[in-house]
């Protein structure tokens, strides 16, 4: 009993020795499958130079072409003003916007011409002595040239200067009681009004502010590359001016919650380059801004904030690709004929919101990967996934749209 006791634990030892033996011998073996490549599916578009249009993009302010601050040039009362004599009155050239009183300018004539009166008698009287002085020099029988003095010339210029100083006068006093009446210089509308009827003024007195109404300006600020893509001209010193037609430019500004446009030109950019934004403006200008219009589109108001789209050069023999196939860098994927990709460094020369302009490095019908593969080797062996169908497309499309509302006037 005590000898088997002692070999129990070697016995059990032996057991599992020859169980883990067995369990060895008898593995079951893997089985080996066959590697099984895989290939990336890409979709692509096809590459077709085209012209392209460049339109650019800015804002500014509108502001008038020429602004105005009527000053009297003589003193007293204001005793009328115009029925429009108000900030937005609006009034054409030569219109009476305001009366000073005229009473003592009027006085100041019947004196100047009283004046002239007695002038005027006293030329004549001095000139009857100079002919009679004349002829006594001739009756005494004298052969000696007589003095200027004995002919009264002195006498006779200074009743002539007298004379003249009196016309001086009345023109003057004429020209006083003219300024009475402040006149528009030209068409315009009324921006700011400094005084009313019954004030006193004097010269030196600022009247009101006025602006012309012929066009409008709108100054819009614009890159130094922005500005390459623009026909503008650079005038040098000593150069004969040229008329220019600049770009077409449209202009755009809600009003009342309505969008409106207008069609202006490009006419001059500005001398200097803003020392902090480093960009030029161009002016643009919109003839006849307060004309009325079959769609009772509103006035175009001076400070109103609007945006505008310039015109630009026709790019031709230009690629336009979408923002989602660069692959990050400037570069992008090409799928070869062996359907293998390729990449390419890209220099883009314009910008839009969706895509990017080339004109060099790639050849038409090549086809471009828009999938983005950004760890994708040169090389890759890739699939190109078949065009989407009509039903397809449909389901794509449809959930993004939204109901048209109605198109505002234009």
């Known amino acids: 009993m005590k000898y088997i006791r002692q070999l129990l634990p070697l016995l059990v030892i032996a057991i599992a020795i020859l169980i883990s033996v067995l369990i060895y011998n008898n593995k079951p073996e893997a089985k080996r499958k066959p590697p099984q490549s895989k290939s990336l599916t890409v979709e692509t578009i096809t590459l077709e130079s085209q012209p392209f249009p460049i339109i650019i993009h800015t804002q500014g302010t509108v502001e008038p072409r020429t602004t105005t601050t009527l000053i ?56 009857a002595q100079a002919e009679q002085a004349a002829d006594n020099w001739k009756r005494l029988g004298r052969t000696t040239k007589p003095s200027d003095l004995v002919l009264r010339k002195p006498q006779l210029a200074r009743a002539q200067a007298v004379m003249d100083s009196a016309k001086a006068q009345l023109q003057k006093a004429q020209l006083k009681l003219n300024r009475t009446q402040i006149k528009a210089p030209y068409a315009g509308r009324i921006l700011e009004q400094f005084v009313d009827i019954g004030q006193y003024v004097a010269p030196g007195n600022e009247l009101v502010k006025i602006f012309a109404i012929d066009y409008v300006e709108v100054r819009l600020p614009i890159t130094e590359k922005q500005r390459g893509m ?48 480093r960009q030029v403006f161009v002016i643009v200008q919109i003839d006849n801004p307060y004309q009325h219009h079959s769609d009772n589109r509103p006035p175009l108001e001076i400070g109103q ?35 293998r990709l390729q990449r390419k460094t890209i220099d883009v020369i314009w910008e839009t919101k969706d895509q990017l302009l080339i004109q060099k490095g790639l050849e038409p019908n090549e086809q471009l990967c828009t999938t983005y593969v950004p760890y994708a080797a040169n090389n890759a062996k890739v699939k190109i996934a078949p065009p989407p169908t009509s039903t397809q497309e449909k389901q794509k499309i449809l959930p993004q749209q939204k109901p048209q509302s109605n198109k505002p006037h234009s």
């Open 305 to 339: 904030f609007v945006k505008a789209d310039i015109q630009g050069k026709i790019l031709d023999n230009t690629y336009a690709l979408p923002r989602s196939a660069v692959q990050g860098n400037n570069t992008i994927m090409i799928v070869d004929k062996d359907s």
């Open 72 to 127: 009297p040039r003589v003193s007293g009362e204001i005793t009328k003003v115009s029925p429009y004599f108000r900030p937005g009155g609006f009034f054409e050239k030569g219109d009476s916007l305001l009366i000073i009183d005229p009473t003592d300018y009027s006085l100041d004539i019947k004196s100047a011409q009283a004046t002239l009166a007695e002038a005027h008698f006293n030329f004549k009287e001095e000139q």
């Open 230 to 277: 623009i026909n503008l001209p650079r005038p040098y010193r000593g150069e004969p001016i040229k008329p220019y037609q600049g770009p077409e430019a449209t202009i755009h500004a809600a009003i009342g919650g309505k969008k409106y446009t207008w069609v202006g030109r490009v006419v001059r950019t500005e001398g200097s380059v803003d020392r902090a934004t």
